[in-house]
C-alpha cells in the first residue's frame, strides 16, 4: 500500500519553520546507506513537502497550521515520484520527513518502499 494516514491533533497554532527529508536505500543485513539528506529552512516552499503541507493542512502563506485535528492522506509512491524523478529505481527505499519549529517537534513519519519497477 503506497496511501498513509495520519491523524493528527495540534492542541494550538503552530508555524512550520523547518523540516528534514533524508532518503536511503536499504543495503543488505538491513543496513541502510543514506542518499539524500535536505534539511529545510522554508518547508512550505519546498517542491515535494510545500504542496504537502498546504494541502494536508490548509496553510496560508504563514506557514501556520491552525488548531484542530487533522486527517492527513499521504500517498507514498505519488511522493516518492515527486522527489526521486520517474527514472528507473530498483531495491527498497527508506523515507524520513521530519516537521518542527524552535518550540515543537509535530510530525514525523519513516517509511519503507519497495520499487520493483518504473515508479
Not at 496553510?59 to 528507473?88: D, P, W
Request: hydrophobic share 40%.
Amino acid at each position: 500500500m503506497s496511501d498513509v494516514i495520519f491523524y493528527l491533533d495540534f492542541p494550538k497554532d503552530c508555524p512550520v519553520t523547518k523540516a528534514r527529508v533524508t532518503v536511503g536505500s536499504v543495503q543488505k543485513n538491513n543496513y541502510t546507506k543514506k542518499m539524500f539528506n535536505y534539511p529545510l529552512e522554508k518547508p512550505c516552499q519546498h517542491f515535494v513537502l510545500g504542496p504537502i503541507l498546504v494541502d494536508a493542512f490548509n496553510l496560508s502563506s504563514a506557514c501556520k497550521i491552525k488548531k484542530g485535528q487533522y486527517t492527513v492522506h499521504l500517498n507514498m509512491r505519488e511522493t516518492c515520484t515527486k522527489f526521486l524523478g520517474s527514472n528507473f529505481f530498483y531495491g527498497i527505499y527508506t523515507f524520513k520527513i521530519f516537521a518542527f519549529n524552535n518550540v515543537n517537534n509535530f510530525f514525523c513519519v519513516k517509511s519503507e518502499l519497495v520499487v520493483a519497477g518504473k515508479l
